[in-house]
């Protein structure tokens, strides 16, 4: 008889600062973002049993076989090690990797550390993008993730009338949010108009709509239900995981709606037994490396019918103070995107943001259940999480 996938909980989470050009190495973000997680769980790096890694590419942090050269500084040191990596994906892939081994029972504690160090790579992350363009169809038009991310920005918006002051609130939503997250790197006050009169980057996707350059790492501490019980009496439980890959030409997609998401979720929904999802998840962090990306998001996760999210976020339904609060932490538009550890901090958010200690960003909806997403590679990887109370 098969055995039965064990209870995994949440007991444990840290985070770096994010910044640019941040004078520390990747071995150190994963350093300080590890011992945090393990201090706020009261364990000990003996303590772990297994350590999973995320982090982008190698060309990120300028460093060949970086997973192998992150591993003592993430604790990995002498201990069963895994890196995972589904491009901007990873950080929210990461916890599923590390849920499956705890989840599984090869292992009782598991150290989930993502890390990125972006601001090294020469002249721009951008750069590093143009190999994972097919060589044949795609690299000889010179891509790059900007005018794509534009190109479907456009799809988007034509598809179901939107205008880009719709689409510049969430700009303006997720920087005034992270005015209060100690960690962020970009927040700001700021007012529409403001966003539109940034530098357009290709057009309709301006300066101010685009997530910055960042370094920066976080980390969670994954325990089985008995030893959960036994560290804290507010354990966050990985109620949910999913992910979905849909064809890597992202020319053979309707770029207007992120299918990729919407499987990913509903695989999620049915391990947490969500039905609905509008009304069962009560803080949303979905990834936000563009403006444009939380709405389209929000859409995929069932969480917003299509094309009415800028609706949605223009009467408040997503504010902090709203019926479905949505990056309440500011998201990668306003604490950063260091890659893989954007997704892995909207886990650590979200478990502060259950326990009631989120601070000045905790929402008032009194949440019992939260919901991370992210999406990776070439706009086709989708990866969801659902945590509870």
Same mark, same amino acid.
């Given at each position: 008889m098969a055995r039965s996938m064990r209870r995994v909980a949440v007991v444990g989470a840290g985070l770096s600062l994010f910044m640019r050009r941040a004078l520390e190495t990747g071995k150190e973000l994963s350093y300080y973002a590890a011992s945090q997680a393990l201090q706020s769980a009261g364990l000990r790096r003996q303590d772990v049993q297994a350590v999973v890694m995320a982090s982008g590419p190698d060309a990120f942090d300028g460093v060949h076989m970086k997973g192998e050269y992150l591993s003592d500084?993430?604790? /990995?040191w002498r201990k069963p090690y895994l890196r995972a990596y589904?491009? /901007?994906?990873? /950080?929210?892939f990461s916890i599923i990797s590390g849920w499956s081994l705890v989840a599984s029972g =090869?292992?009782?504690?598991? =150290?989930v550390v993502a890390e990125e160090k972006?601001?090294? $790579?020469?002249?721009?992350?951008?750069?590093a993008f143009i190999s994972?363009?097919?060589? $044949?169809?795609?690299r000889p038009l010179g891509p790059n993730l900007l005018w794509i991310f534009a190109l479907e920005q456009n799809r988007y918006m034509h598809a179901y009338g939107i205008r880009n002051e719709e689409i510049a609130l969430v700009s303006v939503k997720n920087k005034r949010n992270a005015l209060d997250h100690p960690?962020?790197?970009i927040a700001a006050e700021l007012t529409p108009e403001q966003v539109l009169a940034s530098e357009v980057v290709a057009w309709p996707v301006h300066r101010l709509m685009v997530s910055p350059v960042s370094d920066g790492a976080a980390a969670i501490v994954l325990a089985a239900e008995e030893v959960a019980k036994r560290i804290t009496a507010q354990p966050v439980?990985?109620?949910g995981v999913g992910w979905a890959l849909d064809t890597s030409y992202w020319g053979n997609r309707d770029l207007a709606y992120p299918r990729y998401v919407e499987d990913a979720a509903r695989m999620a929904y049915k391990m947490a037994g969500i039905t609905e999802p509008r009304r069962q998840i009560h803080v949303a962090e979905p990834y936000d490396p563009f403006a444009y990306k939380e709405l389209h998001h929000l859409e995929g996760l069932l969480l917003a019918d299509r094309g009415k999210a800028p609706e949605d976020l223009a009467r408040g339904r997503f504010n902090r103070d709203g019926e479905l609060p949505s990056?309440?932490?500011?998201? =990668?538009l306003g604490v950063g995107n260091p890659i893989a550890a954007a997704g892995l901090m909207k886990i650590c958010e979200l478990f502060w943001q259950l326990r009631g200690e989120a601070g000045k960003r905790q929402v008032h909806n009194n949440p019992k259940r939260g919901l991370a997403q992210a999406w990776g590679d070439l706009m086709q990887i989708g990866t969801v999480v659902v945590v509870g109370v």
């Open positions: 500084g993430a604790g /990995g589904v491009g /901007g994906g990873s /950080g929210v =090869l292992f009782d504690v598991v =150290l972006m601001s090294p $790579t020469q002249p721009h992350p951008q750069a994972i363009f097919d060589h $044949t169809i795609e960690a962020a790197q439980w990985v109620e990056c309440p932490s500011g998201g =990668l």
